[in-house]
């Protein structure tokens, strides 16, 4: 079954101080894996999208990197601020099941303290 | 551009009620979809569309309808509300192909009593 699992489930830094959130997925073959967003009662915004080609993609203070042969990616967060508390999502597309596939992880839910 | 609207943002029902959940988009998006969001689960496909006149069914599809009669509006209908149904709702929509980003409305929070 496909699956697309986070870690850690809920995280707690310092502002300033760096995170990585973790995503492992069972997805194969796969399209694209995307990393959004979601402030709390908002809904996820898009961060990065990365092909099955690509092996990272920044935007900003995050940069998230892709090793397709361990089926992990993971999401830095580099000097972290308060406006970075929100959960992070993880979204696996399969290749070649139509265009309308997708498969979300549960989510990290990071909180930064000042 | 207001992106996806999704109206209303907050809605109680009763048991055996139905009501409708409204999206549109303003971005000439030909696939829209509807996502229902619980708590410790990723979101789940309820009903897409990947043009007017054009629908399917998701991984959830049960006890909703959704019909696309114009490209901008994509609303989703529940039947007759169960407590089941209770949940964060979200529409999303994108340009065609697989690659393109998917944007997110700010979502309904349902609550059947």
């Known amino acids: 079954k496909n699956q697309v699992e986070q870690s850690p489930q809920s995280l707690i830094i310092l502002e300033g101080k760096n995170c990585t959130l973790q995503?492992?997925?069972?997805?194969?073959?796969?399209?694209?894996l995307r990393w959004y967003k979601q402030d709390t009662g908002r809904g996820p915004v898009s961060l990065t999208i990365m092909t099955f080609s690509e092996n990272t993609k920044s935007n900003g203070r995050y940069t998230a990197t892709l090793d397709a042969d361990t089926k992990q990616s993971s999401l830095h967060i580099t000097a972290s601020q308060l406006s970075d508390s929100a959960s992070y999502i993880c979204v696996v597309s399969p290749r070649g099941s139509g265009t309308y596939k997708y498969i979300f992880g549960t989510g990290t839910r990071l909180k930064v303290l000042a | 551009n207001a992106g996806v609207t999704q109206t209303p943002k907050f809605q109680v029902l009763k048991t055996g009620q139905s009501m409708t959940l409204q999206c549109a988009q303003d971005m000439n998006h030909e696939y829209m979809s509807w996502y229902r969001q619980d708590p410790g689960m990723g979101l789940r496909l309820i009903h897409y569309s990947v043009g007017a006149g054009i629908t399917d069914q998701g991984e959830v599809p049960n006890g909703y309808n959704v019909s696309r009669s114009t490209t901008e509006d994509f609303p989703l209908r529940l039947l007759s509300a169960a407590p089941s149904q209770t949940s964060v709702y979200f529409c999303a929509s994108r340009r065609g192909g697989n690659t393109g980003e998917l944007f997110f409305g700010e979502g309904s929070r349902l609550t059947v009593l």
């Open positions: 995503c492992n997925y069972t997805v194969s073959p796969f399209s694209n």
